[in-house]
């Protein structure tokens, strides 16, 4: 049988703690590793959005160029020149080079139509670039093929 217990030692015994709770700073490695990762994914998407829009930005600035070039010589052949090169830049640039650079006439001006044409570079203003370029005087609504050009650039850039 057990000896019975002294009442002074009962009084001296404490209660039963739980443990200090976890301090939530810092963090588990875990939670440095998914924002770590989140951050990365963050700057990449930035910087693939900036890039994207640098295209963009530089075929504006080059169109704004091209119709100030035209407003102060006026020739309608050079104008046409001068957008079916920026529109092949843009496409070499956003496209695959193999589906771009062998274009020439109507199959250049069937790829501007199904990348955002609407059907406005074979049958509509913008069917001069297909002989344009390459004849020395032609006329065309110059501001008509200026805006289809702009449209062009800002759906692809």
């Known amino acids: 049988m057990a000896a019975p217990a002294d009442p002074l030692l009962l009084l001296e015994l404490r209660d039963i703690h739980p443990p200090a709770a976890a301090a939530p700073w810092p963090p ?4 440095w590793l998914l924002a770590g990762l989140l951050l990365i994914s963050v700057v990449v998407g930035l910087l693939l959005w900036y890039r994207r829009g640098a295209l963009r930005r530089a075929a504006r600035i080059e169109l704004g160029k091209i119709h100030e070039r035209f407003v102060n010589h006026g020739e309608s052949a050079r104008l046409a020149l001068e957008l ?5 830049r843009v496409a070499l640039a956003r496209f695959p080079r193999r589906e771009v650079a062998g274009l020439h ?3 250049w001006l069937g790829f ?6 609407d059907g406005e570079f074979s049958r509509g203003p913008g069917r001069v670039l297909g002989a344009a370029p390459y004849q020395p005087s032609v006329s065309f609504d110059a501001e008509q093929l200026l805006r289809l050009a702009a449209r062009w650039v800002e759906k692809n850039a």
């Open 84 to 88: 079916s090169m920026l529109l092949r």
């Open 28 to 31: 588990a490695p875990g939670w």
């Open 105 to 107: 006439g109507s199959e």
């Open 112 to 117: 501007l139509d199904r990348h955002g044409g």
